[in-house]
C-alpha cells in the first residue's frame, strides 16, 4: 500500500532515516560541561537538550551540518520557568528514547516550555504537542479523552505514554482498551517531553500508531519550592518539591495535594493526594536512580449529558442525570533506572513495578437498558505490571561511514482482576462478567542510522512484538488462552540541512492490540448464550510521512508534515458493555504545519494547525465517515517576560466539528477556547500569579456523542440524541509561590 516493500528492504539491512547528532554530557551538572569540537564520528544521543537557560548558562557549539535543535517555540517567561531552569541545569536532562530528528513532526518540548502555558486540568499540559486535543467527558479523576491526526484516540487507545519509563497505557483495561490515565503526574517534575507521532519507530510499540509521548521527570532541584494555588469552582491546590545532597546522591521529594468541585450542579469534591521521592546518583548518561511515587483520587463526576434534557428544562447546562455517578483511583510505582557510557556506546536499562486500582461508576443510557432500576453499571480494574526495558547503543565506523545501531528490549507482565457490575446508586445488582486475567509482551527491536555524507542521513529499523496471556472469567465459554506476533518494520531518510532546510521521509508499519477478552470470547456475556465473535489480537497499522523543516528567518522554525495512516481495522473491546466490537478498515490522509517565532529574549509566538481526512475504506450503506473524527485542530500562543518583572501568556486551541455518525448527519460544535496568565516574579524567588480559563466564557463542549438513550416517560426504544459534556465557564485561580 505504501509503494515499498519494507520486509525486504529491511532483511537486506538498509538503513534509512535519521539521528540528531549532539554532544554529550560529560559531568554532573550542566555548570560543569565543557564545549567540545564537532567530531566526525556519530555523537553520544542519550541525552536531551536542557530546557532553555539564562545567556550566561552554558553554551554549546552548533555543528553547521547538525540537525536543527527541537524546541517548541515560543519559548517559556523566564519568570514562569526561574524554579526549574537551575533544576535543568544541575540535574542534566532527561535520556533520548530515539533519534529525534528522523521525523519533521518529532521534536522535544522542554518541562519549563510546558508549564508557561495556563491549563484547566493536568492533562493538557500535553497539549503542548501540536495536534493533540486533550478533553474530558467525565469527573477530573478519570483518564482524559485524546485526540490527534484525526483519531478520536478515547482514552489512550493508540497514543502511547510513558512517564520516567514507566507505561501509562493499560491493556485489557476496565473501561477501555490502551487506557491511560495521567491525572498521577506533577507538571513542576517534567523535564523534557518527547513527541514522535506515526508507526515510524523501532523502540515504539503498541498503543503507538498516532503517536508516542514520553516524559522525564527532573533527577534533581536546587532550590525548595513552595506553591499554593485558589481559584474559581473550589480549587485548591497545594505543591511542595525540593531536592538535597545524601552521601554521593540526591534526593528529590514532591508532594501535591489538590481539591475541586467545577460548575456543575452536583460537585465532583475531587480529593486528591501525590507524591514523589527519588534518589539518584551521577549523570543521566553513567548514573541510577530509583523512584517512588504515590497517587490516589476520589470524585463524583457529571457525565455527559443528553442534549434534549438541556433543551426541556430538565436539568440545567451543568446538572446531571445520574448525581451518583464517579469513582475513584489509586496508582503505586516504583522504578529504577540505570545508565553506563563507553567508548562503544551507551547502555540504559529501566525496571519498575506498578500496582493500580480504578472503579468508575457511570450511567450513559439512564433508563434504556432497564426501564426500573436504570442503567448505572461500576467497572472495576485492579492489576500489578512488571516490566523491563533496554537498550544499548553501538557507535562505530563502517566502510568508514558513521554509524550507529540500537537493540533494545521491553517486556512487561500484567495480573489483572477486572470485571463488569450493574448497579443502582453504587449498590451491586448484578455481574455482567468478572476476570481474571494475566497478559504479557514482548518487544525486540534495532535500529540502525548511518551519516552518508553532511547532507544525507539514513536509519532503518525492525521490531517483533509478542502479545499473550490467558483469561479466566466467571462465563467458562469465556475462558481461554491467546497469543500473537507481529514484525513491523521502519524506514526514514533526512536531506540537507540546504539553506537552513532539512527534508524528512519516513514509512512503516505499526500495531494495535486488542482486549484479550475480545479474542477468547464466544458467548455473549449478558445472556451466557448468543455466540460472540473473537477478534485478532493484534492488528496492523501502516503509515507514512513527508516533511520540511526550515530555520532561514533567524528566531523562527517552521516546520510541514503531510502523512497517511491507515488501519486494518479499528477493533476494540467495548468496556462499557462487556463485549467485542469490530469497525472498518480506515485511512486518514492529513497535513501539519507548525510555526515558532522568538523575535525577542523575552517575547514568543507560536501557531499550530493541523487537518485530516478520516474516512472508513470499505463500501456501507451507513457512510465512510469515522465518528468522533475531527478534521481542523489549531492553537496558538504567546509568551512574554524576563527573569524578573512581570510576565504572562495566552493561548488558544480550536477544536473544530466532528461527524457524530458515519453519514455526517449529525456533527459536533467547535470550540475555540482561550486560556491567559499574568504574573510578577520578585528578585527574592516570590511569584504571584493569575490564571484566567475559558478568558471569553466560550460556551461550547469538551466531548459531544450520539446514540440512544432513554429518560423517563420517553419510548421504551430510546431516543437518539447527541450527549454533551459543556465547557466549564470562565475561571480564575491565583498562585503565590516561592523559590528557597
Known amino acids: 500500500m505504501l509503494g515499498i516493500d519494507l520486509r525486504q528492504m529491511a532483511g537486506r539491512g538498509i538503513a534509512v532515516g535519521c539521528v540528531i547528532f549532539s554532544s554529550g554530557l560529560s559531568s554532573a551538572t550542566a555548570q560543569e560541561q565543557t564545549p567540545r569540537a564537532p567530531v566526525e564520528t556519530l555523537p553520544q544521543i542519550a541525552v536531551d537538550a536542557p530546557p532553555r537557560v539564562a545567556r550566561s548558562a552554558v553554551r554549546r557549539p552548533v555543528r553547521p551540518s547538525a540537525t536543527f535543535p527541537e524546541r517548541r517555540v515560543p519559548a517559556p517567561a523566564p519568570a514562569a520557568i526561574a524554579d526549574a531552569a537551575l533544576a535543568a541545569a544541575s540535574s542534566g536532562p532527561a535520556p533520548l528514547s530515539a533519534p529525534q530528528n528522523q521525523a519533521a513532526s518529532a521534536r522535544v518540548i522542554s ?102 509521548v514520553g516524559i522525564d521527570y527532573f533527577r534533581a532541584m536546587p532550590k525548595t519550592i513552595a506553591e499554593v494555588t485558589m481559584g474559581s469552582f473550589g480549587y485548591r491546590r497545594l505543591l511542595g518539591t525540593g531536592s538535597t545532597k545524601a552521601g554521593e546522591g ?13 460548575p456543575w450542579d ?13 534518589y539518584s546518583q551521577g549523570t543521566v548518561t553513567d548514573g541510577f536512580s530509583l523512584t517512588g511515587m504515590a497517587y490516589a483520587n476520589r470524585w463524583t463526576s ?17 446538572g446531571s442525570l445520574d448525581p451518583t455517578d464517579g469513582g475513584n483511583s489509586s496508582r503505586f510505582s516504583l522504578s529504577g533506572r540505570f545508565a553506563r557510557s563507553s567508548d562503544i556506546g551507551q547502555t540504559d536499562l529501566n ?25 448505572q453499571f461500576n467497572q472495576y480494574d485492579r492489576r500489578m505490571v512488571i516490566g523491563l526495558n533496554g537498550t544499548q547503543r553501538f557507535d562505530y565506523r563502517f566502510a568508514g561511514l558513521p554509524v550507529e545501531t540500537r537493540v533494545g528490549l521491553q517486556s512487561r507482565a500484567d495480573s489483572i482482576d477486572l470485571g463488569l457490575t450493574k448497579t ?29 555524507t553532511d547532507w544525507l542521513r539514513t536509519t532503518a529499523g525492525v521490531r517483533e512484538d509478542y502479545v499473550g496471556g490467558r483469561v479466566r472469567s466467571d462465563t467458562p465459554a469465556n475462558s481461554g488462552s491467546a497469543s500473537a506476533t507481529m514484525t513491523s518494520p521502519k524506514v526514514g531518510i533526512v536531506l540537507g540541512p540546504w539553506l537552513a532546510t ?85 485511512r486518514r490522509v492529513g497535513v501539519e504545519w507548525t510555526s515558532q517565532y522568538r523575535p525577542l529574549p523575552w517575547l514568543g509566538f507560536d501557531f499550530d494547525v493541523a487537518y485530516t481526512r478520516a474516512r472508513f475504506t470499505d463500501v456501507d450503506p451507513a457512510g465512510d465517515l469515522i ?82 438513550s432513554r429518560l423517563p416517560g420517553e419510548p421504551l426504544d430510546g431516543v437518539g440524541d447527541r450527549h454533551v459534556h459543556p465547557a466549564e465557564p470562565l475561571a480564575v485561580r491565583l498562585t503565590l509561590a516561592g523559590a528557597f
Open 627 to 708: 465518528p468522533g473524527a475531527p478534521a481542523w485542530v489549531a492553537s496558538t500562543g504567546l509568551t512574554f517576560g524576563r527573569e524578573t518583572g512581570w510576565f504572562g501568556a495566552l493561548k488558544g486551541r480550536y477544536f473544530g466539528p466532528r461527524p457524530l455518525i458515519e453519514d455526517g448527519s449529525e456533527r459536533s460544535l467547535a470550540s475555540l477556547i482561550f486560556n491567559a496568565r499574568a504574573g510578577y516574579r520578585f528578585e527574592n524567588g516570590l511569584r504571584f500569579q493569575l490564571d484566567v480559563l475559558n478568558l471569553f466564557n466560550a460556551k461550547t463542549n469538551q466531548i459531544e456523542y450520539y446514540y440512544l
Open 502 to 586: 532539512e527534508f524528512f521521509g519516513n514509512a512503516g508499519t505499526g500495531l494495535h492490540s486488542n482486549d484479550i477478552r475480545g479474542a477468547t470470547i464466544t458467548v455473549d456475556p449478558t445472556d451466557k448464550i448468543t455466540p460472540a465473535d473473537r477478534v485478532p489480537l493484534l492488528v496492523r497499522s501502516k503509515g507514512a510521512e513527508l516533511g520540511v523543516r526550515n530555520r532561514l528567518v533567524p528566531g523562527l522554525t517552521t516546520s510541514l508534515a503531510v502523512f497517511v495512516l491507515d488501519f486494518d481495522s479499528e477493533l476494540l473491546f467495548v468496556g462499557d458493555a462487556g463485549t467485542t466490537e469490530a469497525s472498518r478498515p480506515s
Open 424 to 452: 443502582l446508586q453504587r449498590n451491586w445488582l448484578s455481574t455482567v462478567r468478572a476476570d481474571d486475567v494475566t497478559e504479557q509482551s514482548l518487544g525486540l527491536w534495532t535500529d540502525t542510522t548511518v551519516r552518508w
Open 266 to 278: 452536583v460537585p465532583d469534591n475531587v480529593r486528591k493526594l501525590n507524591g514523589v521521592l527519588r
Open 302 to 318: 457529571t457525565d455527559q449529558v443528553a442534549q434534549r434534557a438541556i433543551d426541556q428544562g430538565v436539568i440545567g447546562r451543568y
Open 351 to 375: 525496571a519498575y513495578v506498578i500496582r493500580s486500582s480504578m472503579q468508575l461508576y457511570n450511567n450513559f443510557t439512564y433508563y434504556l437498558d432497564d426501564p426500573v432500576d436504570g442503567d
Open 250 to 262: 540526591t534526593v528529590l521529594a514532591a508532594f501535591e495535594a489538590q481539591t475541586y468541585n467545577g
Open 111 to 212: 518541562g519549563a516550555e510546558i508549564n508557561a502555558m495556563p491549563v484547566a486540568r493536568v492533562g493538557e499540559v500535553l497539549e503542548a504537542v501540536p495536534g493533540l486535543v486533550v478533553t474530558q467527558h467525565s469527573g477530573e479523576g478519570k483518564a482524559n479523552q485524546y485526540f490527534l491526526r484525526g483519531f478520536n484516540l478515547d482514552h489512550g487507545t493508540d497514543l502511547a505514554i510513558t512517564v520516567d519509563g514507566m507505561p501509562v497505557n493499560m491493556p485489557t483495561h476496565g473501561h477501555g482498551q490502551g487506557y491511560a490515565d495521567i491525572n498521577f503526574m506533577i507538571p513542576e517534575l517534567i523535564s523534557a517531553l518527547t513527541l514522535r507521532k506515526g508507526p515510524y519507530f523501532a523502540d515504539v510499540g503498541d498503543f503507538g500508531s498516532a503517536g508516542a
